[in-house]
């Protein structure tokens, strides 16, 4: 019997109610939910009532005492989890949760630093250096807490937040309200097996409970998903460890095509600004800021300064000659920079730091970077 069949009995006995949605493993996807009959848009899909979401109350207080006061939910639920102080109580959603070796396989933060320090692409990377300064204070805090024998070891805290960090909702209470956003987080058993997409079902929450309706109509034996945010793929690649094929908010980061065309003077001016690095491109645009930067290399200072304050140039057709400028030099700037990503791909082929699989989900993130850029290229160049 799969884990997820028993999990769905102690969970209906618990008032959580599916309608029409089934838990299946998915190739490539882990678990996930399917349909099994026709839905309609707008049915309710699942009831999980709020006194079966984990949050900050039901951590006991003989784990959150031993804790920082000023400590994070992401970090208590980990130190609950990994502790799992009510092993009965909890074992038939622990069961269910994706093991340790397909964590360790697929979310950055457990790599090898040598690949997920050289080869993430930079959003990425930024996104990895800031959850790896997140760690460490919430590891710190629980090391300290929990020192005696059989201790608290590291990877089982990391395991357990790794799975925090990707399993969580947003929720609100009277008293969460009171706390920043990224405290009002909770776990729900069944809801966390949904797999995301670019759109998808809404979630709805209540003081009583969580409930997931169908965004569209669906077949039987389709996938049904949630959207766990309008989130770039390299945003997905660093937080849930996946990409996905066809993201309509994916997005890309132009620092390492922009940067280095830069001179120091030029940097300068750009930071005084407020200007200095964030350059973004999607399928349809390029970020202002990378105008901005683009613009400094292209015409005189006062110019640029009049581009900057939002001053048109009086008619005068200075501004068209100006841009096009600027959209040759990104065209050049982005062919540049698609050749550094080709060697970047070529030498992930040879390189033996880190699993295949890693290795080949990187290259599959660069592939999808440099279609981006060659969309942007063609359309500055027609
Ligand atoms: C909230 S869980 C969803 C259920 C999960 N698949 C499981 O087996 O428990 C989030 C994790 O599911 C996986 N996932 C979600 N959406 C996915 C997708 N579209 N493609 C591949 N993996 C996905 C990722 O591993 C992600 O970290």
């Given at each position: 019997?799969?884990?997820?069949?028993?999990?769905?009995?102690?969970?209906?006995?618990?008032?959580?109610?599916?309608?029409?949605?089934?838990?299946?493993?998915?190739?490539?996807?882990?678990?996930?939910?399917?349909?099994?009959?026709?839905?309609?848009?707008?049915?309710?899909?699942?009831?999980?009532?709020?006194?079966?979401?984990?949050?900050?109350?039901?951590?006991?207080?003989?784990?959150?005492?031993?804790?920082?006061?000023?400590?994070?939910?992401?970090?208590?639920?980990?130190?609950?989890?990994?502790?799992?102080?009510?092993?009965?109580?909890?074992?038939?959603?622990?069961?269910?949760?994706?093991?340790?070796?397909?964590?360790?396989?697929?979310?950055?933060?457990?790599?090898?630093?040598?690949?997920?320090?050289?080869?993430?692409?930079?959003?990425?990377?930024?996104?990895?250096?800031?959850?790896?300064?997140?760690?460490?204070?919430?590891?710190?805090?629980?090391?300290?807490?929990?020192?005696?024998?059989?201790?608290?070891?590291?990877?089982?805290?990391?395991?357990?937040?790794?799975?925090?960090?990707?399993?969580?909702?947003?929720?609100?209470?009277?008293?969460?309200?009171?706390?920043?956003?990224?405290?009002?987080?909770?776990?729900?058993?069944?809801?966390?097996?949904?797999?995301?997409?670019?759109?998808?079902?809404?979630?709805?929450?209540?003081?009583?409970?969580?409930?997931?309706?169908?965004?569209?109509?669906?077949?039987?034996?389709?996938?049904?998903?949630?959207?766990?945010?309008?989130?770039?793929?390299?945003?997905?690649?660093?937080?849930?460890?996946?990409?996905?094929?066809?993201?309509?908010?994916?997005?890309?980061?132009?620092?390492?095509?922009v940067l280095p065309a830069l001179s120091a003077r030029q940097r300068a001016?750009?930071?005084?600004?407020?200007?200095?690095?964030?350059?973004?491109?999607?399928?349809?645009?390029?970020?202002?800021?990378?105008?901005?930067?683009?613009?400094?290399?292209?015409?005189?200072?006062?110019?640029?300064?009049?581009?900057?304050?939002?001053?048109?140039?009086?008619?005068?057709?200075?501004?068209?000659?100006?841009?096009?400028?600027?959209?040759?030099?990104?065209?050049?700037?982005?062919?540049?920079?698609?050749?550094?990503?080709?060697?970047?791909?070529?030498?992930?082929?040879?390189?033996?730091?880190?699993?295949?699989?890693?290795?080949?989900?990187?290259?599959?993130?660069?592939?999808?970077?440099?279609?981006?850029?060659?969309?942007?290229i063609t359309r500055l160049e027609s």
């Open positions: 019997m799969e884990a997820y069949t028993e999990l769905l009995l102690w969970a209906g006995e618990h008032g959580v109610v599916l309608n029409g949605i089934e838990p299946r493993r998915i190739p490539g996807r882990g678990i996930g939910i399917v349909a099994t009959r026709a839905l309609e848009p707008g049915e309710k899909l699942l009831h999980v009532p709020s006194a079966m979401l984990r949050t900050m109350d039901t951590v006991p207080k003989r784990i959150s005492r031993k804790l920082p006061k000023k400590m994070k939910i992401h970090g208590l639920l980990a130190a609950d989890l990994a502790l799992n102080p009510h092993p009965g109580k909890y074992g038939k959603w622990n069961a269910v949760v994706p093991s340790r070796a397909d964590i360790w396989d697929s979310l950055p933060l457990t790599w090898d630093p040598r690949l997920s320090h050289e080869f993430l692409p930079r959003a990425a990377r930024d996104l990895l250096r800031k959850q790896e300064a997140k760690f460490a204070v919430d590891w710190a805090a629980a090391e300290e807490a929990f020192p005696e024998t059989p201790a608290l070891s590291r990877d089982d805290y990391l395991y357990a937040w790794l799975l925090v960090n990707s399993r969580t909702f947003y929720h609100e209470t009277a008293r969460s309200l009171k706390l920043p956003p990224d405290d009002r987080m909770v776990l729900q058993p069944v809801a966390d097996l949904f797999n995301h997409a670019d759109a998808g079902c809404a979630v709805l929450f209540s003081a009583a409970s969580f409930a997931i309706m169908a965004d569209r109509a669906y077949a039987a034996g389709d996938e049904v998903f949630i959207c766990y945010g309008n989130h770039g793929n390299d945003m997905l690649l660093a937080e849930y460890g996946f990409v996905l094929a066809s993201n309509r908010w994916d997005e890309a980061c132009l620092d390492d095509a001016h750009l930071d005084d600004r407020g200007f200095l690095g964030n350059y973004m491109l999607d399928a349809a645009t390029v970020c202002y800021r990378t105008q901005v930067a683009l613009r400094l290399m292209c015409v005189p200072l006062r110019e640029w300064q009049r581009f900057v304050d939002g001053a048109d140039d009086g008619g005068k057709g200075d501004d068209a000659a100006a841009q096009a400028k600027a959209d040759r030099l990104l065209a050049s700037l982005l062919g540049k920079y698609r050749e550094t990503i080709e060697k970047t791909i070529d030498t992930l082929g040879s390189l033996q730091a880190g699993q295949p699989s890693q290795r080949e989900l990187l290259c599959r993130r660069w592939r999808q970077i440099q279609t981006l850029i060659d969309t942007t």
